[in-house]
């Protein structure tokens, strides 16, 4: 009787969660937790205090405090309502708290029981890497893994393969320490800037059988490289071909930042995945050739590179199945999901500043 007159309450709104045993979220084991954190488009949050993310979290989780007064408004800023969320604290009970706020403001929420503590108890792994991570599926059926490090700096795991895009260990106080990251089987660089350009951090990377490829003035500088001027195509892999497409600009008064002709953008087609990494450019005319392009990865720091404005037309021309600003700076880029949602772009905000 009593669990019917909860129910009964619930309806008309006065114990909303409450009733009748139910959550407006999922709570799974560490082996369900496991298998929906490899899905592509999910959003894994750690909910626990800064210090506690930086001892050790899962790889590819965003740090979200819910303990911090404005956790709701970050969360929102900073996730996608229209894709799965997978919250975790230390124990389950501070991600149980933050799945509630989310689950009440539209997302679909799933929660780690047992926390972190379990995940450790069943030996699955953590990592101390800030990078945020995205996964897609290529035609086949191949997982390929996006982190983002900082600036321009991209880490693109394919099915085992390690691809690295202008590696920078330094810029200001953010690091990346890429002696403790795989080595690469390729590494692209679009240009000599010193944010995308760095002899030590391609050293470490590089192992015997590694191929650099980037253009005719990094090459030069490094003393060794496989040259591409805009418009070439090569075929690195039988399921991994790449084309240096143009990457400059063209704003009186900016055209010393990057001029035409010398600098690359990259095509990386993976399995049939195509994924265009713009480099340092504005909206070129030659965008519009560019076509069937699943990831973009556009930048936005003007005046070196595109002005929001820029940017948007860019996206609009290209029509990336999926785009992630970068090289954003301190380019307020938080509007754009909204201006390009109903151009059936998705638009993925990563903390690569």
Not at 240 to 251: F, G, K, R
Not at 288 to 304: E, S, T, V
Request: proline content about 5%; aromatic content about 8%; charged content about 25%.
């Amino acid at each position: 009787m009593k669990k019917i007159f909860s129910c009964l309450l619930a309806l008309l709104g006065l114990n909303a969660f409450s009733s009748c045993n139910e959550t407006p979220y999922k709570d799974v084991d560490v082996a369900q937790f496991a298998d929906l954190a490899g899905q592509p488009g999910v959003q894994l949050v750690d909910v626990r205090t800064p210090d506690e993310y930086a001892g050790g979290h899962l790889e590819g989780a965003v740090n979200i405090d819910v303990r911090d007064s404005s956790f709701v408004r970050k969360a929102i800023q900073r996730l996608d309502a229209s894709r799965p969320v997978l919250v975790y604290c230390r124990s389950g009970r501070r991600s149980a708290d933050a799945a509630g706020q989310l689950a009440a403001k539209g997302f679909d929420v799933t929660n780690l029981s047992g926390g972190i503590l379990a995940w450790q108890q069943a030996q699955q792994p953590i990592t101390t890497s800030t990078a945020e991570m995205d996964v897609f599926l290529t035609k086949s059926g191949m997982k390929v893994r996006f982190f983002a490090l900082m600036h321009a700096s991209i880490r693109i795991d394919f099915d085992g393969i390690e691809i690295e895009i202008d590696p920078v260990r330094q810029l200001g106080e953010r690091r990346t320490d890429y002696a403790a990251l795989p080595k690469a089987d390729y590494i692209f660089v679009t240009h000599e800037h010193g944010d995308h350009f760095d002899r030590e951090a391609i050293d470490m990377l590089t192992k015997e059988t590694s191929q650099f490829v980037t253009n005719r003035r990094c090459a030069d500088m490094k003393g060794q490289g496989t040259v591409m001027a805009n418009g070439d195509k090569l075929r690195l892999a039988s399921d991994i071909s790449v084309e240096a497409v143009p990457a400059y600009n063209i704003t009186e008064g900016r055209t010393q930042f990057h001029p035409q002709g010398r600098d690359n953008g990259y095509i990386l087609t993976l399995d049939g995945l195509r994924i265009y990494i713009a480099g340092d450019t504005e909206d070129i005319p030659e965008m519009a050739d560019i076509r069937d392009i699943d990831i973009a990865f556009l930048p936005c720091n003007q005046p070196y590179t595109m002005t929001p404005e820029q940017l948007l037309r860019a996206a609009r021309t290209i029509r990336p199945r999926v785009l992630f600003p970068y090289h954003f700076g301190q380019t307020d880029v938080t509007s754009l999901p909204a201006q390009l949602k109903d151009e059936g772009i998705d638009v993925r905000i990563r903390h690569y500043e």
